[in-house]
């Protein structure tokens, strides 16, 4: 029942910003981390930003500088703000979620989005 719904992807310009927005709903009773992976074309899947419940903010060192990962605990969301976009950053992003449920009180899962397509020409 829990779902992760990804938004905010698209086709920009070299040097151009996008805002991914990822919202988890369903019978959610924490989320430990949240975080963005991205899966370019013969590439494995690469961690971009995470953010726990509380901590530090990690980066993909190619990223850092450029993007900023950021949680709406209310809400359930987070937010990768993409910013000097480079064709490099062309990849299906994931959204990503450690989450413990309504009724299972021991229990941590993963759970997915479906991703959404970035894609950055030159």
């Known amino acids: 029942q829990v779902q992760l719904v990804e938004s905010g992807g698209g086709l920009v310009q070299a040097g151009g910003s996008l805002r991914l927005s990822c919202a988890a709903s369903?019978?959610?009773?924490?989320?430990?981390?949240m975080a963005w992976y991205r899966e370019a074309p013969g590439k494995q899947r690469e961690l971009v930003a995470g953010i726990p419940s509380g901590g530090s903010t990690n980066y993909l060192d190619s990223v850092k500088g450029r993007f900023t990962i950021s949680r709406d605990n209310a809400r359930n969301t987070v937010n990768l703000q993409m910013n000097s976009l480079k064709p490099e950053d062309t990849a299906v992003y994931y959204c990503?979620?450690?989450?413990?449920?309504?009724?299972?009180?021991?229990?941590?899962?993963?759970?997915w989005g479906r991703g959404t397509q970035v894609t950055v020409s030159s």
């Open positions: 990503n979620a450690d989450l413990s449920l309504v009724g299972i009180p021991r229990g941590t899962f993963r759970y």
């Open positions: 369903g019978s959610i009773a924490s989320i430990s981390r």
